[in-house]
C-alpha cells in the first residue's frame, strides 16, 4: 500500500504557490468542495477549473487578483463535473474555456440536476438554483499546447479514468501536473463516472512516463508523485478485494463492507468504497462504460 504516514484531519485553503507563476488554489472541506489552479505567463494567465458555488469562485478571484495583475484569458477544464465547472459561469464570457471532446459531450449527456445538488449540499441550496451550464468554447482530442510567453502548458487525456474526458495539464519546464480528479490525496476517490481499470492504468502511465516533481490533485492538498501513488495504491486494493468477492459471488453492497481499507479507512468520505466496487462489479461483467447513478453513488 502506498503509504503510512498520518492522515491530516484538514489542510489549508487558498492559493499556494507550486513554483514562481504557478500556483494551486486548494480548499479544504467536504462533498464537492474542490481545487483549482492559476498559471501565470509573460503578459497572461490561464486558469485550471472553476469551482462549484458562487462564494468558492469568488473567493479564487479575489486570490488570482492579489497574485497577478495580468489578465485571465483562458481556462482550462480537467472534467465536466459540477464541482469543477459550475463556476464558470463567474467569469467573464470572453474567455474561452477549453476542455477535451468528450467533456464537452458529458456535459450535454448528463445535464444538471440541480435538485440533486442542494439536495447533498444544503449548506449551499441557496447558490445551487437557476443556473446553467457554461459549455467548452475550445475542445481538442488527444492533446493541446498552450503558449503563455515563454511559458508552455500541455493539455493531455489519456483516456477514461475518472471521467471519460479527462484532461491532465502539464508544464514541462516546472515539472507540475494539475491532476483534475485522477488524483485525490486523502479524500477517497469518486468512482461513479469512472473506469476503475483505465484509471489505474492511466494513473501508471503518468508515474512512468511523465516527470513529476509536484501534483496538484482535484481534491486534497498538493504534495509530489507520492499523492498520484496514494490514489492508485487504493484503486488497486479495491479492485483487488472487490475481485475476489465478485468470484465468490458475494453482492456489490455487501463486498464493499468486507473490503478492509487499512490506511484509506482515514481517509475524508471513506463510505465511496460502496461505489467503487459497484462500478467494478459493472466492468468484471464487460460493462465498463456503464456509470452509477448520483443516486446509488453513496458517499456522493
Given at each position: ?20 507563476g504557478v500556483y494551486?488554489y486548494?480548499?479544504a ?15 497572461e ?6 469551482l462549484?458555488v458562487?462564494p468558492?469562485?469568488q473567493?479564487?478571484?479575489?486570490a ?6 495580468k ?14 465547472t ?5 467569469f ?16 450535454v ?11 447533498v ?12 451550464q457554461?459549455f467548452?468554447?475550445?475542445t ?7 503558449r503563455?510567453?515563454k ?33 485525490f ?6 468512482t ?8 489505474i ?7 512512468k ?26 484503486l488497486?486494493?479495491?479492485?483487488r478485494?472487490a ?27 471513506p463510505?465511496?468504497v ?9 466492468e ?17
Amino acid at each position: 500500500m502506498a503509504g503510512t504516514r498520518e492522515v491530516p484531519a484538514s489542510w489549508k485553503t487558498g492559493l499556494q504557490r507550486m513554483t514562481p507563476g504557478v500556483y494551486a488554489y486548494i480548499q479544504a472541506g467536504g462533498l464537492n468542495v474542490s481545487n483549482a489552479g492559476l498559471i501565470v505567463g509573460d503578459d497572461e494567465a490561464l486558469v485550471v477549473d472553476a469551482l462549484y458555488v458562487r462564494p468558492m469562485t469568488q473567493a479564487f478571484q479575489e486570490a488570482i487578483r492579489k497574485a497577478t495583475r495580468k489578465p485571465v484569458r483562458k481556462i482550462v477544464c480537467t472534467h465536466h463535473h459540477a464541482d469543477h465547472t459550475l463556476g464558470l459561469i463567474w467569469f467573464d464570457r470572453d474567455i474561452p474555456v477549453i476542455a477535451h471532446r468528450y467533456m464537452r459531450e458529458r456535459m450535454v449527456e448528463t445535464g444538471l440536476d440541480l435538485a440533486h445538488y442542494r439536495g447533498v449540499n444544503p449548506e449551499y441550496a441557496s447558490e445551487l438554483k437557476r443556473l446553467r451550464q457554461r459549455f467548452p468554447d475550445v475542445t481538442y482530442e488527444e492533446g493541446m499546447t498552450l503558449r503563455l510567453g515563454k511559458r508552455v502548458v500541455e493539455l493531455h487525456h489519456l483516456g477514461h479514468a475518472h471521467s471519460k474526458g479527462d484532461t491532465v495539464v502539464y508544464l514541462p519546464e516546472e515539472r507540475v501536473l494539475f491532476t483534475g480528479d485522477i488524483c485525490f490525496h486523502y479524500v477517497t476517490p469518486a468512482t461513479f463516472d469512472a473506469h476503475v481499470g483505465g484509471w489505474i492504468r492511466i494513473a501508471e502511465k503518468i508515474l512512468k512516463t511523465f516527470p513529476v516533481e509536484t501534483v496538484v490533485p482535484g481534491h486534497g492538498p498538493p504534495g509530489d508523485k507520492r499523492a498520484l501513488e496514494k490514489t492508485l495504491g487504493y484503486l488497486r486494493l479495491v479492485r483487488r478485494e472487490a475481485r475476489k468477492r465478485f468470484k465468490e459471488g458475494i453482492p456489490a453492497r455487501r463486498a464493499a463492507r468486507e473490503i478492509p481499507l487499512g490506511i484509506y479507512a482515514e481517509w475524508m468520505k471513506p463510505d465511496r468504497v460502496e461505489q467503487a466496487v459497484m462500478k467494478l462489479y459493472n466492468e468484471f461483467k464487460g460493462r465498463g462504460e456503464q456509470g452509477i447513478s448520483l443516486h446509488d453513488a453513496r458517499g456522493g
